[in-house]
C-alpha cells in the first residue's frame, strides 16, 4: 500500500514555533526522507472561513504568508504537494456525503472544538461551518487517501473522527476510503507548545506566540518578557520547572551543543533544571540562553523567507500547481466514493 502524507494549518495568521515543533519541522524530515509517495500540503482556506467569515481579506493574505513560511522552513515543491483547500471542490462534495454518517451528539463531544468554541465565546451562535469542520477535516484527509497525518495533539480528536467515518462509510458502502494514523511528534514538549503568556497552547488567536517571521529583536523582546514561575521572585528562591514555559521551550528546542556554546558552565537541561529547583539561578540567565537557542534555530528561515518573498507571484506558481495536482487526485476519490454509493447515475 502506498504511503500517503496530508497535513496543513489555517491561514489565519504567520506560523508560529509551535506550529514548526508540532508539526512543521517533522513535515520536512518525513519529505527528506523519501519513505513517502506523495505528501500533501494543505493551506486550510475553507475551514478558517469558518470562524472568519467576516473577515475574508485577513484568511486570503495568510494564504501568501503560510506559504512563505513553508517554503521558509524546507518543505519542496519538488517533493511535496502545496494545495490551497478552496481550490479543491471536491472536498465539499464529499463533506456533505460524510454529514450523513455523524451525529450532532457525536460532534457535541469533540474535545478540541469544545475549547474552541470556547475561546471564541461561540457558545451561543456556533456557525454551521465550525461546528462541522471537523467532517470536512475528515474529507481532506480521505480525499488524498492519506496514510499518515503528522500533527500537535489537538488534533487527535479530527483523528478519531475520521476513522470513525472511514469505518462506517467502508461497513456501509464497502471498502473504498483509507484509515489514516495520526503521527504525534515524539517530544512531550512539542505535542502541545504552551503560549508565552504561560496559556496551555500558544496559538495565532490568543496572542501568545513568537513568529517564524518575527524579527531577531522581537524575537527577543518576547522570550525576556516570557512568564516563568510567578513564585520566583529573588534569584536566590526556588523555582518551578512544571508548568514554567521557559523549560518546556528549552525542552523543545535545546540540544547539548547549546550549552557548549552558550552557557559551559552546565553539561546539559537536568543539571540547568536541578539549579533553578534548588534556587539561586535567575530568570533572566535562563531567558537569555533561551533567546540564543531560539535565534540559532530561526536565522536560517527567516533569512530564507525573505529571499522568497522578493517574487510572491512564484509563490502563486506553485501553489496553483499544487493545487491542479491535489485537485486531479481528489477528483479520483470523489468518482470510486460516489461508485461506491451508486450514485453515479450517468
Ligand atoms: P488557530 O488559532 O487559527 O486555530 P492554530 O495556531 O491553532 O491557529 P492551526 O492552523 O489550527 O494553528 O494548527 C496547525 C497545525 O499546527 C496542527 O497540526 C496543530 O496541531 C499544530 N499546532 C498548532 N499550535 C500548536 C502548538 N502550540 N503546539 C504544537 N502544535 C501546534
Ligand atoms: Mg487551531
Known amino acids: 500500500m502506498s504511503k500517503i502524507i496530508l497535513t496543513g494549518d489555517r491561514p489565519t495568521g ?18 527528506n526522507s523519501g519513505e513517502y509517495d506523495d505528501i500533501f500540503i494543505m493551506i486550510a482556506d475553507a475551514q478558517a472561513l469558518t470562524d472568519n467569515a467576516d473577515n475574508p481579506e485577513k484568511v486570503r493574505q495568510n494564504i501568501i504568508e503560510v506559504a512563505l513560511d513553508y517554503l521558509a522552513c524546507g518543505l519542496d515543491p519538488e517533493k511535496s504537494t502545496l494545495l490551497i483547500q478552496s481550490q479543491i471542490p471536491e472536498l465539499c462534495e464529499l463533506s456533505f456525503y460524510y454529514m450523513n454518517l455523524v451525529t450532532v451528539s457525536r460532534l457535541q463531544r469533540n ?13 451561543a451562535s456556533i456557525p454551521v461551518g465550525f461546528f462541522t469542520y471537523p467532517i470536512s477535516q475528515a474529507a481532506d484527509i480521505t480525499a488524498f487517501k492519506a496514510t499518515t497525518v503528522p500533527v500537535g495533539e489537538d488534533q487527535l480528536p479530527m ?27 515524539k517530544n512531550q514538549a512539542c505535542l502541545r507548545l504552551p503560549g508565552t503568556d504561560g496559556k496551555a497552547k500558544m496559538s495565532k488567536s490568543l496572542n501568545n506566540c513568537i513568529y517564524l517571521s518575527d524579527s531577531a529583536d522581537e524575537v527577543k523582546k518576547k522570550v525576556m518578557s516570557m512568564f516563568t514561575d510567578p513564585n520566583h521572585l529573588k534569584v536566590s528562591d526556588p523555582g518551578r520547572v512544571e508548568g514554567n ?17 552558550f552557557l559551559p558552565e552546565y553539561a546539559n537541561l537536568d543539571e540547568l533544571k536541578a539549579h533553578y529547583t534548588r534556587g539561586g539561578l535567575g530568570d533572566v540567565k535562563v531567558k537569555r540562553f533561551l533567546n540564543e537557542v531560539i535565534q540559532q534555530e530561526l536565522e536560517p528561515i527567516r533569512t530564507r523567507r525573505k529571499e522568497f518573498a522578493k517574487d510572491i507571484p512564484a509563490i502563486y506558481d506553485i501553489l496553483r500547481k499544487g493545487s491542479e495536482k491535489a485537485e486531479e487526485v481528489a477528483a479520483r476519490t470523489l468518482a470510486e466514493v460516489k461508485a461506491s454509493m451508486k450514485i453515479n447515475y450517468f
Not at 504567520?14 to 519529505?31: D, I, M, P, T
Not at 478540541?112 to 471564541?120: A, N, Y
Not at 462509510?169 to 495520526?182: A, K, Q, R, W
Open 14 to 31: 504567520r506560523l508560529h514555533v509551535g506550529h514548526y515543533v508540532g508539526s512543521l519541522k517533522r513535515r520536512v524530515e518525513l519529505q
Open 159 to 185: 483523528l478519531e473522527q475520521t476513522k470513525e467515518i472511514v469505518r462506517k462509510f467502508n461497513s456501509v458502502y464497502g471498502d473504498t476510503l483509507v484509515e489514516p494514523e495520526i503521527l504525534l511528534p
Open 245 to 261: 514555559p521557559v523549560f518546556t521551550y528549552l525542552d523543545a528546542f535545546c540540544q547539548e551543543h547549546h550549552f557548549e556554546e
Open 111 to 123: 474535545p478540541t472544538v469544545k475549547s474552541e468554541i470556547q475561546m471564541r465565546n461561540f457558545e
